[in-house]
Every structure is written in structure tokens, then in C-alpha cells.
């Protein structure tokens, strides 16, 4: 990676990490909000158990409910953590275009200001050879952006465009169906990372589009300058 790369990854990454983390531990502590006030009714049904109270089984079976979906949920989001931490691992490499919008996607559905996202995934995946961490980044921030613009209730779609227009590419169209307020979209660390990744956007009255290169023919150079690059597209 070369090194105004580096240096993007290295100002913007610690942000970018807080932002995530602080929405995933907010996640994980309504979880535990959850199981401890499940854990408190079940302690209260036994002290009027010990009393002499009859226990109905179906609210012992809607509290084990409870818990064990709570958990698993704690699973998933811990499971998404893990793999966020680990988009760092190969600063460039090959990278699944569904992957990365199925977590993005995952991810900002953790912030509070979220508007339920559908992702098409009828389409063929398809991998992009560039930097997994600043593509992860360019997706939520993208994703965020829409989001602070809808209304309450407002839905988007994103849909993954292979072998469109443009073969050497993919483009990822955001739809919200209705007018969004986009001038100021994209800020100025957002455009950075665009720039870094060769991405382009193209911005429509009831949608947002981003072109992502198949190769980022830049990062593969610089990297190719430090060690052997195999790639399989």
C-alpha cells in the first residue's frame, strides 16, 4: 500500500472505529438491558413461586424465549465485530462485494438514526481487487449519509450492478425512491477515501451511485512494488 494510503487509513481509521465500536457496544448493552430485566421478572416469578403463587409455564417458555433470543443476537453482533476488526488484516487484497455490503449494511443498522436497508443479492457476487478497510469505510459512510437525510418510516434498497454499462466495474446503486437532500454529499473525508479507492459518484433524483473498479489499478502497482500479487480476476 502506498503511503498517502497508509496515511488516509491512519487518519481516518481510528474515527472510523470509534464510530463502529461505539455503536456496537450501545448494541451489546441494550442486549444485556435486555437479559437482566428478563433474568429480574424470572427472580420475581420465583419469590411468588416460594409464596405460593402458580406459575404459568407459557411465561416461564416467553422468558427462556427471551433470553436465548437476546444471546444469539449478542452472538451475531459479536461474530460482525470480529469480522470488521479483521478488514484490516490485508491492506489490499481480492474481496467479496456482497460481503462487505452485507456487513456494511449490518453495521450501520446499529446507529440510531438507521432506516431499514434492503440488499439485493439476486445478483452474482463478484470480488474487487482494493483495500477492504477503506471500501468497508466508503460503504458506511455512504450508507450513513442516506440515511441522515430520510425521513422516519423511509426504506432504501441497495442493489449491486454487475456487467452493467461500465465492465470494468461495479456499481452499487443506493435507491430511496424519493428526493434526498445530497449537496453536501460526498463531505471532504469521504471524497478522500473515494479518491484513494478510484470510486465515483453519480447522484440521481431518487438515488445515490458509486462505481468501484474491479482492480484499483493504483493500489495493485504500489503493492506489486513491495511483494508478488496473485489475483484470480
Given at each position: 500500500?502506498?503511503?498517502?494510503?497508509?496515511?488516509?487509513?491512519?487518519?481516518?481509521?481510528?474515527?472510523?472505529?470509534?464510530?463502529?465500536?461505539?455503536?456496537?457496544?450501545?448494541?451489546?448493552?441494550?442486549?444485556?438491558?435486555?437479559?437482566?430485566?428478563?433474568?429480574?421478572?424470572?427472580?420475581?416469578?420465583?419469590?411468588?413461586?416460594?409464596?405460593?403463587?402458580?406459575?404459568?409455564?407459557?411465561?416461564?417458555?416467553?422468558?427462556?424465549?427471551?433470553?436465548?433470543?437476546?444471546?444469539?443476537?449478542?452472538?451475531?453482533?459479536?461474530?460482525?465485530?470480529?469480522?470488521?476488526?479483521?478488514?484490516?488484516?490485508?491492506?489490499?487484497?481480492?474481496?467479496?462485494?456482497?460481503?462487505?455490503?452485507?456487513?456494511?449494511?449490518?453495521?450501520?443498522g446499529f446507529l440510531s438514526f438507521a432506516k431499514k436497508t434492503?440488499?439485493?443479492?439476486?445478483?452474482?457476487?463478484?470480488?474487487?481487487?482494493?483495500?477492504?478497510?477503506?471500501?468497508?469505510?466508503?460503504?458506511?459512510?455512504?450508507?450513513?449519509?442516506?440515511?441522515?437525510?430520510?425521513?422516519?418510516?423511509?426504506?432504501?434498497?441497495?442493489?449491486?450492478?454487475?456487467?452493467?454499462?461500465?465492465?470494468?466495474?461495479?456499481?452499487?446503486?443506493?435507491?430511496?425512491?424519493?428526493?434526498?437532500?445530497?449537496?453536501?454529499?460526498?463531505?471532504?473525508?469521504?471524497?478522500?477515501?473515494?479518491?484513494?479507492?478510484?470510486?465515483?459518484?453519480?447522484?440521481?433524483?431518487?438515488?445515490?451511485?458509486?462505481?468501484?473498479?474491479?482492480?484499483?489499478?493504483?493500489?495493485?502497482?504500489?503493492?506489486?512494488?513491495?511483494?508478488?500479487?496473485?489475483?484470480?480476476?
Open positions: 500500500m502506498n503511503q498517502h494510503t497508509i496515511d488516509l487509513v491512519n487518519k481516518q481509521g481510528l474515527q472510523f472505529f470509534g464510530s463502529v465500536n461505539a455503536s456496537i457496544s450501545h448494541e451489546l448493552k441494550n442486549i444485556f438491558a435486555i437479559i437482566s430485566e428478563t433474568a429480574g421478572f424470572l427472580n420475581d416469578l420465583t419469590q411468588l413461586s416460594k409464596q405460593g403463587k402458580q406459575l404459568e409455564l407459557s411465561v416461564l417458555e416467553n422468558c427462556c424465549n427471551s433470553i436465548s433470543e437476546e444471546i444469539e443476537r449478542g452472538f451475531d453482533t459479536i461474530r460482525r465485530m470480529n469480522q470488521f476488526a479483521h478488514s484490516v488484516d490485508d491492506p489490499v487484497r481480492e474481496t467479496s462485494i456482497l460481503d462487505t455490503l452485507t456487513l456494511a449494511v449490518k453495521l450501520t434492503h440488499l439485493n443479492e439476486t445478483s452474482v457476487d463478484t470480488t474487487v481487487f482494493t483495500s477492504p478497510f477503506l471500501l468497508q469505510a466508503l460503504t458506511y459512510k455512504t450508507l450513513g449519509a442516506l440515511y441522515k437525510t430520510l425521513n422516519a418510516g423511509d426504506e432504501l434498497t441497495l442493489i449491486p450492478t454487475f456487467g452493467g454499462p461500465d465492465p470494468s466495474g461495479v456499481t452499487l446503486v443506493f435507491s430511496h425512491g424519493q428526493p434526498a437532500d445530497l449537496t453536501d454529499f460526498p463531505d471532504p473525508l469521504t471524497a478522500e477515501v473515494a479518491d484513494a479507492l478510484k470510486a465515483v459518484f453519480k447522484k440521481t433524483k431518487t438515488g445515490l451511485e458509486l462505481f468501484i473498479p474491479r482492480t484499483n489499478d493504483y493500489l495493485a502497482a504500489a503493492l506489486a512494488d513491495r511483494q508478488p500479487v496473485q489475483k484470480s480476476i
